[in-house]
């Protein structure tokens, strides 16, 4: 079997700072996600990657940059973080466009 | 627009009791249909999915769900809870199996009671 590792669990930002996520994944999967959940609004699609240098934008993508340049990572980076904001990141992969997700435990973001 | 709908933001249960957990979709033609849990402080894990062919699926820890056409519904099912069920559920679907469009429900909050 295999793992998603996201690091770090916690991030404490401050308004206006650039804050980056990153996640591992060793099932050698190809396509990669970032979800973002916040209370009462379920999961949104940030960005995801098909494969090693790729980037697709999801439903929420604005304010946020990501970078995959290995198969097994996919970093995000949010631009600017707003004062205020509590949102819990969460980082998948899956085999293709097909299969089910597997997902890491996940970031959880407090802006101050 | 395409969408799904879990309409019980909190359900509350006994241990013992049966369960359904609700879930409604808005997709032209039949999607694929997901239940993910999400225990506390861990990552979603998959319960049971539906491609196709018979509409009763079965899913890990005695978990079923029912998919309806006509209904546009995929409820979740279990015949008697266990306190360690307690967790967060959320419904999600794609159209032509394509999960960078998969769309989540808000979720439902399982408590169950001792």
């Known amino acids: 079997g295999g793992i998603i590792t996201q690091t770090p669990k916690f991030l404490i930002g401050q308004e206006g700072q650039k804050l980056t996520l990153k996640c591992q994944q060793n099932?050698?999967?190809?396509?990669m996600y970032w979800y973002r959940q916040d209370s009462g609004k379920g999961l949104r699609l940030i960005y995801y990657?098909?494969?090693?240098?790729?980037?697709q934008k999801g439903d929420l993508s604005e304010g946020y940059d990501a970078s995959r340049e290995k198969k097994s990572s996919f970093s995000l980076t949010v631009t600017s973080a707003q004062k205020n904001e509590m949102a819990v990141f969460l980082c998948?992969?899956?085999?293709?466009?097909?299969?089910?997700?597997?997902f890491g435990h996940g970031t959880k973001l407090s802006v101050l | 627009a395409q969408s799904v709908t879990q309409p019980d933001a909190r359900v509350t249960v006994s241990e013992g009791a049966s369960l359904q957990l609700r879930c409604k979709y808005s997709?032209?033609?039949?999607?694929?249909l997901f239940w993910y849990v999400q225990y506390q402080r861990q990552g979603l894990q998959l319960l049971l999915k539906?491609?196709?062919?018979?509409?009763v699926v079965q899913g890990v820890n005695g978990f079923e769900a029912e998919f309806s056409k006509s209904d546009s519904s995929f409820h979740l099912r279990k015949a008697s809870v266990h306190w360690s069920d307690s967790a967060v559920y959320f419904c999600?679907?794609?159209?032509?199996?394509?999960?960078?469009?998969?769309?989540f429900g808000l979720g439902t909050t399982l408590q169950v009671q001792p």
């Open positions: 998948a992969s899956s085999i293709g466009s097909n299969e089910r997700l597997f």
């Open positions: 099932f050698n999967h190809d396509t």
């Open positions: 990657s098909i494969t090693e240098n790729d980037l």
């Open positions: 997709y032209s033609g039949t999607p694929y």
């Open positions: 539906y491609y196709s062919g018979d509409p």
């Open positions: 999600a679907a794609t159209i032509t199996g394509n999960t960078r469009k998969l769309i």
